[in-house]
């Protein structure tokens, strides 16, 4: 990166040590090229060796070499003041100092640099101690896990009981089912058969009262057919009653075989005996009734 040097001439000796060692020394020399001070015992023993061309400009005295982007743009003095509304630097010379930022808020850069350092160095330590604390929920998110993780085998290996129990308890319902239908059915198919025999005993006694009719108007005098009238009216009005009393085949067909079975009747009856709930959101009085401990980050 490019720079410039600026010399001040009044520098006290004691204002500039030697930026190539360690030892503390007063800097007698500076060097253009280098962008350096030096004191006397560099500039023997170091510099005259990276020098052996004598192509450097070393010269007496101390020099402040100060950088490009530390220098004002305008008229190239350097930057020494901090302008908070417009979050630029500025040097005390500049006409566009005075007109531009007269009557806005400025600070020494010295300062500025200072306090904002200090600054840094306090979001630093507001940043450690949050991240200190960030190390217990780290734990506490580690054994959260462990713990999800052990009450999941238990309520899988609970589902699979339940679920097995679930099984058994409808493999139950299901026989007790089949049991009543096949009861009704056989029930249903005695009926129809006491109805058939019911069915021929009625034929065989209108056949045989038929017989006796026909055979009493053919062959009973006149007096005989009416001591014998009321006898075959009566029968005839019982085997007229009993006919009309008679069940058709269709009135003793059970009731379930009418319409296709469905499971929503007993999907009454079993959730009458289980609790299903629907999966969302599990509140903290949940997660604690089954151990699970659910802490909130608060940093």
Known sequence: MASKKHIIENLAAEDMLCELCDFGNVASHHCDDCLVNLCDRCVDNVHRKLNRNGEHS????????????ELCPNDGEKLTTFCRDCN????????????????????????????????????????????ARLSYYTCDIQSTALNIELKWLQYKELIKQEFASLLETILDRQQELLARME????????????????????????????DELITAVQNLSKTEFLQSHGAFKNSCDKLEGQIQRLQSAADVIPAFLAVPFSLHQEKVHLDSCLQFGA???????????VGIRASPVRI
Do not use: W
């Open 183 to 210: 009861q009704e059915v056989q029930k249903s198919l005695q009926d129809l058969r006491d109805l058939e025999a019911h069915y021929e005993e009625i034929l065989s006694q209108t056949c045989d009262l038929s």
């Open 58 to 69: 070393l010269s007496k005295g101390v020099a402040r070499y100060v950088m490009e982007f």
């Open 279 to 289: 999966f969302g959101p599990v509140s903290p009085l949940v997660l604690s009734s």
């Open 88 to 131: 630029v630097r500025l040097c005390h010379e500049c006409d566009i100092t005075a007109k531009l930022h007269s009557l806005h808020n400025t600070v020494g850069l010295k300062n500025y640099v200072v306090q904002e350092k200090e600054k840094l160095l306090g979001q630093l330590d507001d940043l450690t101690s949050k991240t």
